[in-house]
Every structure is written in C-alpha cells, then in structure tokens.
C-alpha cells in the first residue's frame, strides 16, 4: 500500500477550512480552529482526509505537530496522487 508524504504549512485561525495552494510541492492550509490544545491539528487531518477520500485514521502528522510547518503521511495515495487531488481543490474553501 503506497503511503504519500507531505510538505504542509498550516495557516490556523482563518474564516473557513480549505486547501490554500499547491506551491513547490508544499500544501499551503488554512484551518478555522485556532491553533491551542490540538484543535487545528485536528482540523488539518480532517480536512486533508476529506479532500484525499481517505479515513481520518489515513492521515498522520509525522511531524512539527506543535509547529506550521508539518509532515504528513498519507496512506494508501502516492505523493504524488495527493498532490494532485490537493492541487485540483486549491482555492476551494470547506465550511465547517
């Protein structure tokens, strides 16, 4: 089973959950919850898992959990089928 590894930089506090951009290979999120008690953590996997088609339990943060900058593993897409779905949303806003 493939598992994709992603570059993400994670934006929380916005107006809305979406996928910001696709830029050098990085995800750029934006996530509504603010960033305390692991709440846009949270955020972040449900809404990569809701773009990708996957369980919440096939997104994981590998790491810089406490940071904007994170890695995630994705599992069961290659990276470079992630990028794609991720790239094809971009813009796209989710409301919670």
Same mark, same amino acid.
């Given at each position: 089973?493939?598992?994709?590894?992603?570059?993400?930089?994670?934006?929380?506090?916005?107006?809305?959950?979406?996928?910001?951009?696709?830029?050098?290979? =990085?995800?750029? /999120? !934006?996530? #509504? +919850?603010?960033?305390?008690?692991?709440?846009?953590? @949270?955020? $972040?996997?449900?809404?990569? &898992?809701?773009?990708?088609?996957?369980?919440?339990?096939? =997104?994981?943060? /590998? !790491?810089? #959990? +406490?940071?904007?900058?994170?890695?995630?593993?994705? @599992?069961? $897409?290659?990276?470079?089928? &992630?990028?794609?779905?991720?790239?094809?949303?971009?813009?796209?806003?989710?409301?919670?």
């Amino acid at each position: 089973m493939p598992t994709a590894r992603l570059a993400v930089r994670a934006s929380p506090g916005s107006k809305r959950d979406a996928i910001a951009a696709v830029v050098e290979g =990085v995800v750029r /999120v !934006r996530v #509504a +919850a603010p960033a305390e008690r692991g709440r846009a953590n @949270e955020a $972040l996997v449900g809404l990569l &898992a809701g773009c990708l088609g996957v369980s919440l339990r096939a =997104v994981t943060i /590998v !790491r810089g #959990a +406490a940071s904007r900058q994170k890695v995630v593993e994705v @599992e069961g $897409l290659s990276t470079e089928q &992630a990028l794609a779905l991720l790239s094809a949303q971009a813009g796209t806003a989710r409301l919670l």
